[in-house]
């Protein structure tokens, strides 16, 4: 395994951009979940 | 079952075990063994970590949700967080220094004495709740089935063990992939004919409702009540997003099961890229699992629902002294039930519209029903907690099979009888491939004077990975005779350790100052404490969730370390 040979981040110029990603994700569930049960309850 | 759900059962069953055994060629060292010579791409790192994340009861979730709506979800909020400080932290640590398993690091960090008490201590967690993760789904389907606990155990526990002993770290990868892809594809099934069974005009959007108004579509809460926060409240959007978190970066980064799964990636990017795209995945798929339950429960507003779904539980009210008090009570039962259903689909013959008073009216009569069907179930649950008839009170693991049992089409139901297998498989193929590593790398090898050869140390870990086996079905049958004392018990044994385990990683990774013997004493004495604090707990004197355990664990190590540190000046630190 080359261990730390940092290999290239697919689809981003950083790492850092995958874990905006997924964070903005997370967020953007949690503002559909809040609607979701409001417009149901 | 009928002959067809057997045939779809056994053929699925033996076609995952024969591709286990396809896939199980390595190279016979550890790194074949335990790391797939670090060889396997991201997707198959991501549906080995989702495998091994989701158990048997994971996809009897859809019962979790009927009874108490979908907020278990909010459980999963501190996953993607905790997915990025892995990616940032962990994964590259454990990767550069090469290791086997979570606790080498430890060593190379502090000391053998802390690797030593964390590796102990999730053998301990980790063979009891492997033991338990094949108890629990046993238990539903032999009560279901009629089948012998004994033998149900073993084909639950036994049949992974050939493939995995075999192969390895690869079998359980490779079969954890097309495990994954047999259950989404049986949870799709099953999603589909819910909506299909509905009555002829009411359709998904409709069933929605229905679920929204019986506060099922629950899925933000905030745990606050009139007298405030409710610290014991065990799913809100708080105890998700920071009880959740502590809970998975604990699960993922410290827990050898899965720490063992995104080893075997190829390289640091495969291995993050895993764990990114379950960070994506994770919270969707378990909200739709959820949305079933709703489904189902929107489905029994139009059909007979039984007042209790565990019927072996109510064969055992059945013959003792509540026979005649059970009778009256299903009589009025049934005739509530018949004026529902009847109600319900007038209500559809006369053209369902949002909003219009025959609407109001069936949210009306959902309500009502709701209410009557709970005082009539609480009775049953007062009767079956009573001393004479210990019975298990508790049937939510029981309503979607019974759904599925009652009104999914033949070959279907052996295809979800499978999927319960193989959901219980792959979570169990991790843990023993886990419990070997450890076994043989930080006990085993390490405290061995003589020197072994790769080829023994690969030997020594197939009869691990068996003994394992063993001592999990003998476990799982351990629970059976106990009862539910024991489960209940394992159940939280998680969250008891798991806190201070991560205590001690979070020290070992962003506290370099903090030395061996500081560490090594913080872990002891915070445990005790944990362990102080459950008994209160247990004993009603405290009232706190058991997520709570973990953040206290963590960070009382954190904290206490920090402060043991200043006393501890010669102690061995990072570097």
């Known amino acids: ?41 | 079952m009928s002959g067809l759900d057997w045939f779809v059962l056994t053929i699925t069953l033996l076609g995952i075990i024969a591709y286990g055994l396809y896939r199980s060629r390595t190279t016979q060292n550890l790194e074949g063994y335990f790391l797939c010579n670090n060889s396997m791409p991201w997707y198959l790192v991501l549906l080995s970590i989702m495998g091994t994340q989701a158990s048997a009861i994971t996809f009897l979730a859809p019962g979790q949700s009927y009874t108490d709506g979908m907020r278990f979800v909010q459980l999963y909020f501190g996953l993607p967080l905790a997915m990025v400080v892995l990616c940032i932290t962990f994964v590259p640590v454990f990767h550069k220094l090469r290791v086997f398993t979570a606790y080498e690091f430890l060593e190379k960090r502090f000391d053998l004495k802390t690797r030593t008490l964390t590796s102990f201590l999730f053998l301990l967690q980790r063979g009891l709740s492997t033991g338990i993760s094949i108890s629990a789904p046993s238990i539903i389907l032999s009560s279901i089935l009629g089948w012998d606990i004994f033998w149900t155990n073993v084909f639950m526990g036994g049949l992974l063990i050939i493939y995995t002993v075999t192969g390895g770290a690869k079998a359980v990868a490779y079969t954890q992939q097309l495990q994954m892809v047999i259950i989404l594809v049986g949870m799709g099934l099953a999603g589909y004919m819910v909506i299909h069974r509905l009555p002829e005009g009411v359709g998904f959007f409709d069933a929605l409702h229905i679920g929204g108004k019986a506060g099922k579509l629950n899925v933000i809460t905030t745990g606050t009540t009139d007298h405030g926060f409710n610290l014991n409240d065990k799913y809100n959007i708080w105890i998700g997003l920071i009880g959740g978190f502590f809970l998975q970066l604990s699960y993922f980064g410290t827990d050898q099961s899965q720490v063992g799964r995104y080893l075997t990636a190829k390289s640091v990017g495969e291995s993050r890229l895993g764990l990114l795209m379950n960070g994506l995945v994770k919270i969707p798929m378990q909200f739709l699992i959820l949305l079933l339950g709703v489904m189902v429960f929107s489905f029994y507003q139009y059909h007979r629902e039984p007042v209790f779904f565990n019927q072996s539980q109510l064969s055992l009210l059945s013959k003792s002294k509540y026979k005649d008090s059970l009778s009256v009570l299903n009589k009025e039962y049934n005739a509530m039930q018949e004026v529902k259903v009847k109600q319900m689909n007038l209500l559809v013959t006369d053209n369902l519209q949002k909003g219009s008073p025959a609407w109001q009216q069936a949210q009306s009569i959902v309500q009502t029903s709701e209410d009557q069907k709970a005082k009539f179930r609480n009775t049953v649950k007062r009767w079956l907690k009573d001393k004479d008839i210990n019975g298990d009170d508790n049937d939510t693991n029981y309503i979607f099979l019974r759904f599925v049992f009652d009104h999914l089409p033949k070959g279907l139901i052996g295809l979800l009888i499978a999927v319960i297998f193989l959901a219980a498989w792959g979570s169990i193929a991790a843990a023993l491939n886990s419990l070997a590593s450890c076994t043989i790398v930080d006990f085993h090898k390490r405290f061995s004077k003589n020197t072994i050869t790769e080829k023994k140390q690969y030997t020594l870990s197939k009869w691990y990975t068996l003994l394992w086996g063993i001592f999990c079905i003998a476990i799982a049958q351990l629970a059976y005779n106990i009862g539910n004392s024991l489960i209940e018990a394992v159940n939280i044994l998680g969250s008891l350790f798991y806190g201070v385990i991560l205590g001690i990683f979070l020290v070992a990774f962003y506290f370099k100052k903090i030395g061996s013997s500081a560490i090594f004493i913080s872990a002891v004495v915070v445990e005790t404490g944990i362990l102080v604090i459950h008994v209160l707990n247990q004993r009603k004197i405290i009232s706190l969730g058991f997520l709570w355990y973990i953040v206290i664990g963590a960070m009382g190590v954190v904290l206490l370390s920090g402060l043991l540190s200043t006393v501890f000046k010669k102690d061995k630190k990072a570097g």
Request: net charge neutral.
């Open chain 1, 1 to 41: 395994m080359d261990d730390m040979q940092e290999d290239k981040v697919p689809f981003f110029k950083k790492w850092a951009y995958w874990y905006a990603l997924v964070m903005g994700f997370l967020l953007l569930l949690i503002i559909f979940f809040y609607f979701f049960t409001k417009y149901f309850s």
